[in-house]
């Protein structure tokens, strides 16, 4: 294609034209995500590596309006990996006037990958984003002549049907630019999981002469230097990235000797891992749920020595030793690994402040709270104890037809000694260990009913 010159005023120029035309505020763009602009309408291959929150989404969404119309009119490619993240696109796309669709094909192969997934598939001519089927007589061909950006799984783009898109001359006289949305997936699921990730610099080949930009929240300098191969990006390919570094969020890790089921924290100020996951990216886009509107926030991470042995072979090595250190930054651990150097601030870490790696049992004698918050009648002491039991033992046969771990019995004798110091849920957890998501909420649900707040 065509690339456009002009200088950086052009850029300006073109984005308040994509901003306008989208229902977007002119003042919502980031210095760097301005930078990612200026790239792609020079022609160039760009990877953007922002943190959770950052803003990465409107990199591609803005693209059909940015770019001065091609031929007849502008198509963005995105590649995606998860249905949950092309819904949330289609509805934010809808309310600017963007019009999206999503490319798919049934295969039975194809659809047991997304089995924790509703079953949803969408023909291309379908221009209300009405989830329906596409039957496989239905032609690639017959698509929406005002799409704007078409979304699809790797394996959907890869297939027979995709590759007779991409050759198609609507395709290949209208496609503006190509984006690989949590581009992180081409390198750690690309080898085992989900091979088509592999075969994506497959789009390299449609489109020789249009930019790519590749968009992941984590990615350290080796990550960065074999997604560039595998997507066969340019040489010049322009690396833009944001220090992932969230000074609000104190980090913190605790040796783990019996816990149960573990659950993710339903609370955006706090992210709880009960083990290690398999890599630092991983647990960095993971904790980058917290603290996104600023409010002061909390990562644990519970390990025992177990989850980080010699065997266990899907741990990232760096993973094990960020579980190991007792004496190294947790935050400077991550922002090297990633690539960028170490901050100083307050509330830091747990070894910063000297409490690393403290082992935490059922109570941690630590954190036995002060004041109260809740009053207990005592007409009201026994009911509440059996209700308690009640909900613990339907757990305890669910555990034992599961065959998994249950609820330790003399928890709720601790519980009911301690109840009128539960403030939150998240109590329920840090200090009783009921990890089980239903169960606390069905507990904390029976405290606030016969314990009301004072």
């Not at 390299?204 to 300098?221: N, Y």
């Amino acid at each position: 294609m065509a690339h456009c010159t002009g200088g950086f005023l052009n850029v300006l120029h073109r984005l308040q034209i994509a901003l306008n035309s989208c229902n977007f505020p002119s003042h919502c763009l980031k210095p760097l995500q301005v930078k990612c602009f200026e790239y792609l309408l020079r022609g160039d291959d760009v990877v953007a590596v922002f943190p959770t929150g950052f803003g990465k989404s409107i990199l591609f969404q803005l693209l059909p309006k940015f770019f001065p119309v091609k031929t007849d009119k502008n198509i963005v490619i995105v590649v995606c990996p998860l249905n949950s993240i092309i819904e949330d696109q289609l509805k934010i796309l809808e309310d600017s006037g963007i019009t999206a669709d999503v490319f798919r094909i049934p295969s039975d192969e194809y659809e047991s990958l997304f089995d924790g997934e509703k079953s949803k598939t969408i023909g291309l001519a379908d221009n209300t984003h009405s989830y329906c089927s596409m039957s496989a007589t239905t032609s690639v061909f017959d698509i929406n002549d005002n799409v704007e950006i078409v979304f699809a799984h790797p394996e959907a783009f890869l297939g027979k049907e995709g590759r007779d898109l991409m050759s198609s001359e609507k395709f290949q006289k209208n496609v503006v630019a190509c984006a690989v949305d949590e581009a992180h997936c081409v390198e750690i699921w690309g080898e085992n999981f989900r091979k088509d990730y592999r075969d994506l610099s497959t789009l390299k080949a449609f489109f020789p002469k249009v930019p790519f930009i590749a968009l992941t929240v984590t990615a350290p300098p080796t990550m960065l230097k074999r997604l560039k191969q595998s997507l066969s990006l340019k040489s010049d390919c322009k690396i833009v990235s944001a220090n992932p570094n969230r000074a609000n969020i104190y980090l913190e890790k605790k040796l783990r000797l019996t816990l149960g089921m573990g659950v993710d924290a339903p609370y955006v100020t706090r992210i709880i891992h009960i083990t290690p996951p398999a890599t630092v990216e991983s647990y960095v886009q993971e904790i980058g749920r917290a603290g996104r509107t600023g409010l002061l926030s909390k990562a644990i991470l519970y390990y025992n020595n177990s989850d980080i042995a010699n065997n266990k072979k899907h741990v990232q090595d760096e993973m094990k030793t960020y579980c190991q250190s007792q004496q190294i930054c947790l935050r400077q651990q991550i922002l090297q690994y990633l690539g960028f150097s170490k901050v100083t601030q307050e509330k830091c870490c747990s070894v910063c402040e000297g409490v690393s790696g403290k082992v935490f049992s059922d109570v941690n004698e630590d954190q036995k709270p002060t004041k109260k918050f809740r009053m207990l009648a005592i007409t009201n002491r026994a009911i509440l104890e059996e209700k308690i039991c009640e909900v613990l033992n339907k757990n305890q046969v669910k555990s034992e037809m599961l065959s998994i771990p249950s609820i330790e019995v003399d928890v709720v004798d601790k519980m009911m000694e301690g109840i009128e110091y539960i403030e939150t849920e998240s109590d329920l957890l840090l200090t009783y260990g009921i990890w089980d998501e239903d169960i606390s909420s069905k507990i904390f649900g029976l405290i606030s009913t016969y314990a009301p707040l004072i």
